[in-house]
């Protein structure tokens, strides 16, 4: 009987500013559909510091901190490549199936074929520009893709969900 085991995760992908100038959208969505997951969820996203300082949380005492947060806002850039693309994927081992293709942190030391290898580069500052963001852990996933997208840009409730009842506020629709 065939191994039927199954190790389902959810990841967040981002596309790095420096991915959305050099036109790498396809070239990366085309690498990433070889692991055959499903995109449960996808958007353009202007970073804000907050949402910034917020997913990089980790690294705040690490000298390159303020580099990497003007970095993922795409502040060196100029304003068309001031965001991201965000993802998220979901199936079998999706976190190391990503990763893979990411490729290593350091894009001088990523294997040359995976998407970091080929695409990144570092630069005079020292900024690790690597294109792309995938989660490291199951942990870092959940917190990840909750900090990112809310329910109901999901095509499932990834995680449980409550319903609130919110204060009347004014929300934007199409004028006609
Ligand atoms: P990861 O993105 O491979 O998970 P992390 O250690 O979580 O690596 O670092 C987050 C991001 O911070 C990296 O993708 C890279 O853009 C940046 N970064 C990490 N280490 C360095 C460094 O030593 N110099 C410059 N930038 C770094
Ligand atoms: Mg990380």
Not at 146 to 174: N, R
């Amino acid at each position: 009987m065939p191994n039927t085991n199954k190790n389902i995760q959810q990841t967040l992908v981002l596309i790095k500013p420096d991915g959305l100038k050099k036109s790498l959208t396809g070239n990366i969505l085309t690498k990433l559909a070889e692991t055959r997951l499903c995109i449960m969820g996808a958007k353009v996203v202007q970073v804000s510091r907050e949402l910034a300082t917020c997913h990089y949380q980790h690294l705040k005492d690490k000298p390159f901190f303020g580099e990497l947060i003007e970095y993922i806002q795409g502040k060196p850039y100029g304003p068309d490549y001031q965001r991201v693309m965000a993802l998220v994927y979901q199936g079998n081992d999706a976190i190391q199936k990503v990763r893979q293709l990411a490729g290593a942190t350091n894009p001088e030391e990523a294997d040359a074929t995976s998407i970091r290898g080929a695409f990144g580069r570092i630069t005079t500052k020292g900024v690790f520009e690597n294109v792309i963001h995938a989660s490291a852990n199951p942990e870092d996933a959940e917190r990840e893709i909750k900090l990112w997208f809310q329910p109901e840009e999901l095509v499932t409730d990834l995680y449980p969900t409550k319903t609130v009842t919110s204060s009347p506020k004014e929300v934007k629709v199409w004028a006609s």
